[in-house]
């Protein structure tokens, strides 16, 4: 019997011994928007990212402070947590078609 792992793009389960193929789920795509002027720098929504896509940026804004940036965006997915935490307004979360 064949050994699968989650990573594979067909999800499957086994039943009687044999691997049965299941329906592939489409991976969920997003980004995030960044309203540079309104961060404060506070680092939530670096902190709340279930997949940790965020890291603070190597600039600074008006205010002087480290805003966010996506690190790595073939992980987002659109989730918005970095928007609900987020204080000031400033990062919100979209999905993609």
Known sequence: ????????????SPR???WIETQTQQKLKGTVAIIRER???CGYCIEFCPLK???????????????????FPEKCTGCDLCGMY???????????L
């Open 39 to 41: 961060c404060k720098g």
């Open 16 to 18: 009687g011994g044999e």
């Open 1 to 12: 019997m064949k050994e699968k792992n989650l990573e594979d793009q067909n999800f499957s």
């Open 86 to 96: 987020c204080p000031d307004f400033a990062i919100f979360g979209k999905k993609l």
């Open 53 to 71: 896509c965020l890291e603070f940026s190597k600039e600074f804004n008006g205010k002087g402070y480290h805003y966010p940036h996506i690190k």
